[in-house]
């Protein structure tokens, strides 16, 4: 992800998923939801991604209204579109209806001063998943520790 300004990864998408794909979407935005975006004031952890009519669709991502809006801010909780070729959009609809696989959004940075939406394509992970990848984490940090320790002379 080259991102000139990182804004927000969804962590939590790391643990709930098994990531396939990755695909970088541009975001139909309005100015204050901008504005928003880069004083960070957005979450994306009830989120998802949804195909519609040939168009793809970021729903439920909760973008903070601009503190210095007036009258006319954005609504925090509405649907934003995401922009993609329409290659892309078709192999989306298709293995998100066959493979029933699930469109997540990982992160939201900015590229070049404009709004990029980091999506994936992914398969929820059972309970035993999430066990399993949270021991294999906690292992590796074990050996990293052990190994540090070896290098120092400890």
């Known amino acids: 992800m080259p991102a000139d300004k990182e804004i927000l990864v969804n962590r939590q998408a790391f643990h709930e998923y098994h990531i396939l794909d990755k695909y970088e979407a541009g975001a139909a935005l ?6 928003s975006i ?3 004031r957005i979450q994306l ?7 519609k009519d040939g168009e793809v669709w970021l729903i439920n991502a909760h973008i903070s209204p601009y503190s210095h809006g007036n009258r006319q801010n954005h609504e925090p ?3 934003r579109k995401l922009l993609l070729h329409r290659r892309e959009i078709e192999e989306l609809w298709e293995r998100t209806t066959q493979d029933s696989l699930t469109l997540v959004p990982l992160a939201i940075y900015f590229q070049d001063g ?6 994936a394509l ?11 990848a949270i021991a294999a984490r906690d292992a590796k940090r074990e050996a990293d520790r052990s190994i540090r320790a070896a290098q120092r002379g400890d």
């Open 38 to 40: 880069m004083a960070g």
């Open 45 to 51: 952890k009830d989120s998802y991604v949804s195909v």
């Open 122 to 132: 992914a398969r929820g992970r059972k309970l035993y998943d999430k066990r399993h």
């Open 114 to 119: 404009r709004a990029k939406v980091e999506i």
């Open 30 to 35: 309005v100015g204050t939801e901008v504005k």
């Open 77 to 79: 909780l509405r649907s």
